[in-house]
């Protein structure tokens, strides 16, 4: 089977509109959550709800990367994912090296369209309005795929994967294995995900799942998730085509693991998610010593980060408490589908520059889970082993392992 | 040129994102590269601006903006003298 390594680096995040962006926010620790604004269809831009802040992505014009036609086709998720994409594939010089039937486009997006749809949905319900044409078009969840293929003209297996809060991890993890089993030689994979519409932060405040005060991932006084949008791409391809062009090389994925917890739409179980990670360290090849890093799901809430920790303990035993652990969602938010793809972003410049993120606006860890969470500035590190987790909604876990590029 | 010829080709400039001095009444949809979904996103916007509705059997046989003006003034003519159904928005 193929080694599969990272070429190329893409993303449009709240810390970042690009990889160097991105980077200097992750490792200053500078957050992208700020206070709610501007939130369409609301009367005044304020979805009134519990919560104040979210991660949003302000400096983002569409109209400076995409024709007319193309924005009102695709709703922003899409725009996010093309810009992310092309990002990757410029700095891979993806097409200039694979043929186009030979790369795949796996993205993850659980929500898809949804601020358009909802705009329509919301002229429907209050004037019987006609819906517009093209809301089709930009709502369904395989637009990003779909328009990301025809934006780069790439012809090879392309789809969107919806796993809810792992969707880009599962994204990630399934190109891994088809570039590793030669089905392509090449891949772009990742997620994209727009989903602050008035809806969304309303549905979200019913939950009482999120942040009333600020994300901080495995803190004593934790109390919630801050919701949030981007894109991440990576850039994958077999060791043999990277090494045969002299490629640049950011980092290598070794393995993937995936299960379900078959047992509560909301409660995370485990179990299930230390399924997934030794199924991610079976894969790889690797055994638990060989790890060095965690990115966690890590979102902040009571029930996420205790189970998580649990499993951590479930795979890693006496380990478990001397592996450094790192939140990032509390720098970039929950971007729901991408959350995984930029979190595997952090990973890779994690180990590439050989300092682990740390989980920002930790003051006060939760000692009681027994783990070593990253705080107050990134760690320096030796070349290692990482595990990035994405734990979903519906009991749904993946976990990718990477290893350091040397 | 009249106010529904104007506001016609502003409506196909802004969603061609081209300038509105280089649409002319006999400027073909093959000449602006206008596809099917170009079609249908414009004829929306169209109805919205002037509260009309396109009927499906005459989208096929539009092919220059002239056909888009003389089209709505028609629709509007027929609405005027209760022949045709206002917009449901």
Known sequence: MNRVVITGLGCVTPIGSTVPEFRDSLFAGRTGISPIRDV???????????????AQIFDFDPAEHLDSGIISATNRNTHFGIVAARQAAAQAELLKHHAPGDIAIIMGCACGGRSSEEHEVKGLYTRNARAH???IVRTMSSAGASNISIDLRITGPTLDISTACASSTHAIGL????????MSTAAICGGHEAPLSWGFYRAWDSMRVVSPTQCRPYAADRDGMTLGEGAAMLVIETLESAQARNATIFGEIVGFGMSADANHITQPQAEGAAAAMRKALADANVSPEDVGYINAHGTGTQANDATEAAAIHQVFGMRASQIPLSSTKSLHGHAIGASGALEALATVLGLQERRLPHTAGVTNPDTSLNIDIIVNGPRATGPTVALSNSLAFGGLNAVIALRTWQ | MDDIAKRSIEIIAKAKNIPTDTIHLDTTFEELNIDS????????????????EIPDEALGSLKTVGDVVNGVKQLIEAKAAGTLPAATS
Request: overall charge negative.
């Open chain 1, 133 to 135: 044409p093209l809301t």
């Open chain 1, 175 to 182: 190109a891994f294995h088809m570039v590793r089993s030669g």
């Open chain 2, 37 to 52: 979904l170009d079609k249908i996103n414009i004829s929306f916007e169209v109805e919205e601006a002037f509260n009309i």
């Open chain 1, 40 to 54: 369409p269809d609301t009367p005044d831009g304020d979805p009134g709800v519990r919560y104040k802040q979210a």
